[in-house]
T-cell receptor, first 115, second 113 residues
């Protein structure tokens, strides 16, 4: 069965420092991986996805993620964090080209960026 | 926010009430989803509709009843809910084929008294 794990409930970073939000996955086929961000009282916003090709994926707001097949990981990164990046981040996986486009989400990681 | 709208944004209801949540997407997608997001829990996928047919029902109690009259609209009918059903209910849409991301609405914050 497909699953996604975000091992950290919370990540604290000082503004201007690099940030990493971790995600590992488990699938039996090819993984299709996504990152979303959720600001308070809002829906989820898409940041980036990995389907195939280059292992380093660039997305919105300066975020990027690195797909590592051997470690089954898809960590979200940003070289220099902003206070406005503080939000809840979700990793998600889709296993196959399946009907309906079902995604499996991780439990979320709360990112706090302090000035 | 993203071409997916949800109404109402906030809803307070008693356990004996009947209410409906509405979702509308203006993106030309043909798959739509209902999720439940409770505090300190991951998103729970409730229902998936693809081409107006329900393709997934994740063991959701019958007090939640979805309806998809066309590819642009999705409803969640609620009746005799329990306080533990209080949560943020999110609607999303996407193309049903390919490896496309889902687009989410802002959610309905539901409180059951």
């Amino acid at each position: 069965a497909q699953s996604v794990a975000q091992p950290e409930d919370q990540v604290n970073v000082a503004e201007g420092n690099p940030l990493t939000v971790k995600c590992t996955y488990s699938v039996s086929g090819n993984p299709y991986l996504f990152w979303y961000v959720q600001y308070p009282n809002r829906g989820l916003q898409f940041l980036l996805k990995y389907i195939t090709g280059d292992n380093l994926v660039k997305g919105s707001y300066g975020f990027e993620a690195e797909f590592n097949k051997s470690q089954t990981s898809f960590h979200l990164k940003k070289p220099s964090a902003l206070v406005s990046d503080s939000a809840l981040y979700f990793c998600a996986v889709r296993e196959d080209y399946n009907q309906g486009g079902k995604l499996i989400f991780g439990q979320g990681t709360e990112l706090s960026v302090k000035p | 926010e993203t071409g997916v709208t949800q109404t109402p944004r906030h809803l307070v209801m008693g356990m004996t009430n009947k209410k409906s949540l509405k979702c509308e997407q203006h993106l030309g997608h043909n798959a739509m989803y209902w999720y439940k997001q409770s505090a300190k829990k991951p998103l729970e996928l409730m229902f998936v509709y693809s081409l107006e047919e329900r393709v997934e029902n994740n063991s959701v109690p019958s007090r939640f009843s979805p309806e998809c009259p066309n590819s642009s609209h999705l409803f969640l009918h609620l009746h005799t809910l329990q306080p533990e059903d209080s949560a943020l209910y999110l609607c999303a849409s996407s193309p049903s084929e390919g490896y496309n991301e889902q687009f989410f609405g802002p959610g309905t914050r539901l409180t059951v008294l």
